[in-house]
Structures are given as structure tokens and as C-alpha cells.
């Protein structure tokens, strides 16, 4: 089993920039993949980025491009994901997700990844 654990959270203003951590315990030699997710208030939970954990392929979609930044630090166990140019329209809870399988990016969906954080909620007031 894997346990992950998100921080970094809190409330910043618009066009602050932040930085999200996650620390993963127990048995990580089975994650091959990790990922940020994030669901707003009323929303349906929204892919972020994703990262193979030798670092070759960070992927994001389209509309995450440019302002946010996956990365990792085997050695520490931890992986991060850094946003720019914060919206009112990231406010949202964070969670960073483990997957014991390669989805290569462009296939990686919520149901790729089996384990999952409790979340850090983000709160960008203009």
C-alpha cells in the first residue's frame, strides 16, 4: 500500500503563485506514475498533470499548460506541482494520486490511478 499526502494549500490572491507537495509512504517502489487532480465546488473532479516517476514524460492537458508545473524528487518521495498566475477559477481541492501502472500521459484518467490523498484545498480571492 501506498499513503499519499498533500500540503501546501491555503488561500493566496490572484496572480500569486503557489506551490502544492506531496509526499508518498510506504511501499512506493510499486508507483509508476503520479498525477494531480483537482475538483472545484460543485464540479466534477478535473485532471491537472501527470508524471512518470523517472521523470520522462510530465504531461498536462491543453488548458493546464503554461501556468502549472508536476514534478518529482524520487530520492525525497515527493512530488509537487507549481501554478502561476493563480485564477478565482483554481480555487479548488487538490489531490495527488499514484498509479502501479504506465498510462503514458494522454491515457492517464481518474480510474488509472489507485491510490489517492485526502486533498489540499486551494482558495483564490481576487
Known amino acids: 500500500q501506498v499513503q499519499l499526502t498533500e500540503s501546501g494549500g491555503g488561500l493566496v490572491t490572484t496572480g500569486d503563485s503557489l506551490r502544492l507537495s506531496c509526499s508518498l509512504r510506504?511501499?512506493?517502489?510499486?508507483?509508476?506514475?503520479m498525477s494531480w487532480f483537482r475538483q472545484a465546488p460543485g464540479k466534477q473532479r478535473e485532471f491537472v498533470a501527470a508524471?512518470?516517476?523517472?521523470?520522462?514524460?510530465?504531461y498536462y492537458t491543453d488548458a493546464m499548460k503554461g501556468r502549472f508545473s508536476i514534478s518529482r524528487d524520487k530520492d525525497n518521495h515527493t512530488m509537487s506541482l507549481h501554478i502561476v498566475g493563480l485564477k478565482s477559477e483554481d480555487t479548488a481541492v487538490y489531490y495527488c494520486?499514484?498509479?502501479?501502472?504506465?498510462?503514458?500521459?494522454?491515457?492517464?484518467?481518474?480510474?488509472?490511478?489507485?491510490?489517492w490523498g485526502q486533498g489540499t484545498q486551494v482558495t483564490v480571492s481576487s
Open positions: 494520486a499514484g498509479s502501479v501502472g504506465d498510462c503514458q500521459g494522454y491515457l492517464c484518467t481518474s480510474h488509472s490511478f489507485q491510490f
Open positions: 508524471i512518470d516517476w523517472s521523470g520522462t514524460w510530465p
Open positions: 510506504g511501499d512506493t517502489s510499486t508507483v509508476y506514475a
